[in-house]
């Protein structure tokens, strides 16, 4: 997948895929599955989950599609919708956790940003190697942000940004803000150039 | 070309790009994610009620699986035994469900082999690859809920 393809249709493939579903296209349903969970992935694991939570969490979410698809009025907020779900979730098996109180929204912890497994580490190349040093300084609430809308493109931005809580009309300098912040360290950064 | 919101230009849109590909790498979606997903979707369609092991309440899940050389479930229709042997050398796998003609399938990450009851409702499969495994017995009567098995390590 380039990233021009990403860019243009990750909310409208989803979309599209969410029609076809409803009108009794299982293999669409597939297709939405493939296209959507790596987003979903990042929205639990930036919730702090780990990866066991997470799995189950994103699991949930697409049962709870499943379950309420006729509700959805417009096809096109499917995206939103199942980013918004999985976030709840994650929210919900957190309070579990903790025993936090239930009326608190909870406070996002950044997930633990370090790769633990050697051979993870390994087959990241020096810009990804880079990249992540300078990711992980970011504050928590920006880590979150940055690293859910970057699954998306261009068109899916707000959407995404908007359903990991940034209030529509602060979304452009909100994420403006984390993003300008990543990219002023990496352009300082002599060893790193953008390909 | 789609146009870019608020302002941002190229560079913000290589730099969203560089660290989508390094997420891949530090924190990638595990390989069989969509693979179960897709697995609970189809159990959900068919509205599949789930067996318990018997003499234990809690259904067993992938982490914590058993390792058991018999296991017996149970469900509201019906009971699987399995029993894991060996045979020169290749784990071999009998089970006992509640009737004959009932199809069982041996279910193993994304491999699914069928088998039918016989008359005094044995199914068995040989040679089996070792690791996790489940069961999905199709409905006993017609209209009824297939059953699945919580997995067990074979």
Redesign the interface.
Known sequence: MTAREVEESLTTRAAVAFIEYREGDLQALHRLVAAVTPVLWHVARSCGLSQQNAEDTVQTAWLKLVEHAEGIVAPEAVLGWLCTTTKREAWRVQRLARTVDPLEEPETEPVDETPHDPAQLAAMNDEARRLWGHFVTLSPRCQQILRVVCMGGAPDYAALAEAMGVPIGSIGPTRGRCLAALRRALLDDPHWSLT | M???????DD?????????????A??????DH??G???F??SL??MNAELALLADDAVGVRA?TAESADSVTFTSSTMTLMVVIGRDDGELRIDAWVSGGGITVELIQGAHRTPAVSDLNGRVSWSPVQPGLARFLISPLTAGGRPVITPAIEL
């Open positions: 789609t146009e870019l919101p608020d302002h941002m560079i913000d849109v290589a730099v969203l790009d560089a660290l989508r590909r390094t997420l790498l530090a924190d990638p979606v595990p994610l969509v179960e997903i897709e609970s979707l959900a369609a982490p």
